[in-house]
Nanobody
Framework: QVQLVESGGGLVQAGGSLRLSCAAS????????MGWFRQAPGKERDFVAA????????VYADSVKGRFTISRNNARNTVYLQMNTVILEDTAVYYC?????????????????WGQGTQVTVSS
């Protein structure tokens, strides 16, 4: 069993930056591919970014490409999402997820473990 805890959310002005963290309870997190997803009110949970278990491969949704950066520190059992140049449309609850399969990493229904989420609100 892996427990994931997100932190770092909050209120940020458009154009600003925020860094989210996802801390895992177990060192076995290093065997999982990790993803960030987000869910705005009344909308489905959408893929944002993912990083392979080794950290060697990353993938981003088109909507955040060039603005967000995903990274991980397996020694600290932590995954990060650096959010730069945020826009109003980035407002959502952000979740991290652990998935043993890279081929379906962008599909939220396939994740094995989820965090509780952290709210990010972008103001104009």
């Amino acid at each position: 069993q892996v427990q994931l805890v997100e932190s770092g959310g909050g209120l940020v002005q458009a154009g600003g930056s925020l860094r989210l963290s996802c801390a895992a309870s177990a060192r076995t997190i290093s065997i999982y591919h990790m993803g960030w997803f987000r869910q705005a009110p009344g909308k489905e949970r959408d893929f944002v970014a993912a990083i392979s278990s080794s950290g060697g491969v990353v993938v981003y949704a088109d909507s955040v490409k060039g603005r967000f950066t995903i990274s991980r520190n397996n020694a600290r059992n932590t995954v990060y999402l650096q959010m730069n140049t945020v826009i109003l449309e980035d407002t959502a609850v952000y979740y991290c997820a652990a998935n043993p399969q890279w081929s379906v990493i962008t599909e939220p229904t396939t994740a094995s473990y989820w965090g509780q989420g952290t709210q990010v609100t972008v103001s104009s």
